[in-house]
């Protein structure tokens, strides 16, 4: 109790002299932070799943609770150097302090009174890093590291002025998840080890950095030259270190909103403006759905082609890739994904990798409900229905129904976590979700959902935690509903359970008398598939044979356009099916997608699928790869490299 009260006087004394530099001007697009007692970390959870295999941080010693960067970025050396103080919480008896590090180079450690502190570094993962070693004294609570990223740091990628939509200025992007993020900052990088964090962020003038929180004095230009000016951001809610980004651009800034706008090159913005008309509404009916929106704005940046994800969800600031944009709204469903990980991820964050189902999977539920309010059950319902179709597919490319890498929670020791970045842990988390909501009955779920998040708002979380929070808060003893549910055997058994709930039938009623009809010959009805949305398309093209000769593929692309299509995923998945039978005719465009865009989804099955067919398709492959390679993000490269073209 004691220590409770003196930790709490502690870190509140600690934050208000963390509050940096000018009084804060709210900038354009960006509220005011609004001081919160959820300043005071999370405390580290201490069950033996909670302990994470990719970090080296031994958090029940000595923890990081703020991060406090003062960084320059330097486009010419490709580098981004200054200071990162850490606040931390520690044993009494605690010796040293253990940050996760990757390629980072120090230049020097110091305590708060700037003495130096003796530091190493452990033995080199080619996946984790290293253990970087800090000496604490009995009094030290601060610690102040200098050093600088390289050039080939993983996290970031750095875009010359070709590669951006302007081509006059360079742009520089950051993505933390999973484990990036300790190539460019020093501190522990486990997602279970929450930290409240600021920055003051030096680019040259004409180039705007953005980051994952909000902004406090914009546009001061530093002593240290007039090219050059400093921005500064302070999220003052504990947030799992993956969560810190930065983006630096010729960007600019369009309201969308009472608290939604967006970020792009000029150049982007206005199609990206329009894209995303209805994220406001969207904001309103996931505080419907899940309880009200704790980050202050939800403001998105359109990156350049080459980020590697549809998406990622920074908090205050989705970062989205370019090729959601198709003209008619139709893929937002991405901006209602990551939008629901303002709750589902970055409330209640997965501990450790091995439980990314409750991130993703939650999310991909919550998704559809926030696409069913807007957009109707209609789309919803298709939607799930794309998401079965995905979820069969991922179990087979997992190693089907008995292997153990189709359980939610997954065993990751050993291996890089984002090999569990599959839809295992989206589609059978999904499922998962609405087989329970089925079970239940949607008003009683819809309040648990919310309840969940509540409960476990700013904190990490488990399967554990999750089964035990349902059990104590949905199922209450009811023993014929646990029996019902199963659900120990969904989290951590192999395979989808027998219980799934049906998705609807009729979702796709129409098209599915399309692909029969085409299945018998029947030349494709053009005039269908105009009619048709983007997921009756997609449902369509995916669920054709997959082999098929080239005069049927002629005919399709000659009917619907498919090559000459806007819509990105509608391309992809034409391209899929054309490199499946070689169709020649699709390589011109084939060679544009793979080249105009760096987005992993799209690129690596695509060039995989090319390069496993060494007649065929391993020139096109090793061609397109020569081009694009440098568009590609490192975490792209990393993978396709290995194919070595
Ligand atoms: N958080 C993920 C992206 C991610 C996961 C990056 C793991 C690195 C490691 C993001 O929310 C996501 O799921 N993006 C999807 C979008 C989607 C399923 C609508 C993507 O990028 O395709
Ligand atoms: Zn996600």
Not at 206 to 217: D, E, I, N, T, Y
Not at 527 to 550: H, I, M, Q, V, Y
Request: with cysteine; glycine share 8%; hydrophobic share 45%.
């Amino acid at each position: 109790m004691i220590r409770a009260l003196f930790l709490l006087l502690f870190a509140l004394a600690v934050s208000a002299c963390q509050i940096v530099g000018s009084p804060a001007r709210v900038s354009a697009g960006q509220a005011a932070p609004v001081p919160l007692p959820a300043a005071i970390a999370a405390p580290v959870l201490a069950t033996a799943d909670a302990v994470d295999p990719h970090s080296y941080a031994k958090p029940l010693e000595a923890r990081v609770t703020n991060v406090a960067l003062d960084l320059a970025v330097d486009f010419k050396a490709q580098t981004i150097g200054g200071t990162a103080t850490l606040d931390i919480d520690r044993q009494a008896d605690a010796r040293q302090l253990v940050l996760d590090r990757q390629g980072y180079v120090v230049q020097g450690v110091t305590d708060a009174a700037n003495s130096a502190l003796p530091y190493r570094f452990g033995p080199e993962d080619k996946q984790l890093g290293t253990p970087f070693i800090i000496d604490l004294k009995p009094d030290t609570r601060r610690v102040v590291i200098r050093y600088r990223s390289r050039p080939d740091a993983g996290a970031l990628q750095w875009l010359n002025p070709q590669q951006t939509a302007g081509k006059r200025q360079p742009f520089l992007f950051s993505q933390g998840q999973s484990t990036f993020n300790r190539t460019w900052i020093p501190t522990q990088d486990s997602p279970g080890i929450r930290q409240t964090w600021e920055a003051r962020i030096t680019v040259p003038s004409g180039l705007r950095p953005v980051m994952s929180a909000p902004s406090l004095g914009a546009g001061r230009s530093t002593e240290r030259s007039p090219e050059l000016v400093s921005y500064e951001f302070r999220m003052d809610k504990p947030v799992a270190p993956y969560l810190i980004a930065l983006a630096v651009g010729d960007i600019r800034f369009q309201p969308l909103g009472a608290r939604t706008g967006v970020w792009a090159e000029p150049e982007t913005l206005p199609a990206a403006a329009r894209e995303l008309e209805d994220t406001e509404k969207m904001v309103i009916a996931a505080e419907r759905l899940f309880g009200s929106y704790r980050w202050g704005r939800y403001d998105m940046i359109v990156l350049p082609p080459s980020f590697p994800f549809g998406g990622m969800e920074n908090p205050t600031l989705t970062f989205l890739t370019p090729t959601f944009i198709a003209g008619d709204k139709s893929l937002t469903s991405l901006i209602a994904h990551e939008l629901a990980h303002s709750w589902s991820g970055n409330l209640a964050t997965n501990a450790t990798w091995a439980d990314f189902w409750l991130n993703e999977g939650t999310t991909t539920y919550a998704e559809r409900r926030i696409v069913e309010a807007i957009y109707g059950r209609e789309v919803a319902a298709q939607q799930v229905a794309l998401g079965t179709d995905a979820l069969g597919k991922a179990v087979e490319e997992n190693g089907g129904a008995s292997s153990a890498d189709t359980r939610l929670h997954v065993d990751l020791k050993g291996r890089h976590p984002d090999v569990g970045l599959t839809d295992i842990a989206y589609e059978k988390g999904a499922a998962f979700l609405r087989t329970i909501e089925a079970a239940v009955g949607r008003e009683r779920f819809d309040a648990w959902l919310r309840g969940w998040f509540d409960r476990h708002a700013f904190q990490p979380v488990t399967s554990a935690i999750f089964l035990a929070d349902l059990r104590q808060h949905l199922i209450r003893g009811d023993r014929a509903l646990e029996a019902k549910l199963q659900l120990d055997r969904w989290v951590y058994q192999a395979g989808i359970p027998g219980n799934v709930a049906a998705d609807d039938l009729k979702a796709f009623a129409e098209v599915d008398t399309a692909i029969a009809a085409f299945g018998r010959g029947q030349a494709p009805d053009a005039t269908s598939w105009r009619g048709w949305n983007t997921d009756e398309r997609l449902r369509f093209l995916n669920r054709l044979p997959r082999k098929l000769p080239a005069g049927r593929l002629a005919a399709l692309d000659g009917a619907l356009g498919l090559s000459a299509t806007g819509n990105n995923e509608v391309l992809f998945a034409w391209l899929e099916l054309a490199v499946a039978n070689r169709f020649d005719p699709a390589v011109p465009a084939l060679e544009r997608f793979l080249a105009g865009n760096g987005r992993r989804k799209f690129v690596r099955p695509l060039i995989k699928a090319l390069a496993d067919d060494r007649r065929w398709g391993r020139p096109i492959a090793r061609r397109v790869y020569r081009q694009a390679r440098p568009l590609y993000h490192p975490l792209v490269t990393r993978e396709l490299d290995e194919l070595k073209l």
